[in-house]
């Protein structure tokens, strides 16, 4: 297997190279291997990783979870049960957000029919997104 430098890793992978580094930073990476040179050295399996964190970030997991995740994908003999709460916690935030989404349209849709062709001195989207109480 070939090791190769920090671009082609982030060719690879879709990872920019500063999102690399930070991720070496915060523990998300092992420390790759150095060339006499002291340029960084990198793996298909360190791709994959790193696939692995964007595709993650992708779908909404928070920093921690996808630590939690990628300790666990390094004993592949564990149960899945702590991964499976991490993505059943992630369906019920993204279920929440859902709900306050359609909310939202609910909300601006009366505006909208509220004011719908009149004069903006009497447009009651302005008016309701200009109250303090509004949001």
């Given at each position: 297997?070939?090791d190769f430098?920090?671009?082609e890793?982030?060719?690879?992978s879709?990872v920019k190279v ?6 070496e ?5 092992p ?10 050295l990198?793996?298909e399996a360190?791709?994959?990783?790193l696939?692995?964190?964007?595709h ?10 996808i ?6 994908q390094?004993d592949p003999g564990r ?10 916690h ?6 929440q957000?859902?709900?306050s ?17 009149g004069?903006?001195?009497?447009c009651?989207?302005?008016e ?8």
């Amino acid at each position: 297997m070939q090791d190769f430098p920090i671009g082609e890793a982030a060719r690879r992978s879709g990872v920019k190279v500063p999102t690399i580094r930070y991720y070496e930073q915060i523990g998300l990476l092992p420390e790759p291997v150095r060339t006499a040179g002291n340029r960084r050295l990198y793996d298909e399996a360190t791709v994959r990783r790193l696939f692995f964190i964007l595709h993650a970030r992708e779908l909404g997991f928070g920093m921690e979870a996808i630590r939690t995740m990628l300790a666990l994908q390094d004993d592949p003999g564990r149960s899945c049960a702590r991964v499976d709460e991490i993505a059943t916690h992630r369906i019920a935030e993204i279920d929440q957000r859902i709900a306050s989404l359609t909310a939202l349209k609910a909300e601006l849709a009366t505006m909208l029919d509220e004011c719908r062709h009149g004069r903006i001195g009497q447009c009651r989207v302005i008016e309701t997104i200009s109250s303090p109480s509004a949001g």
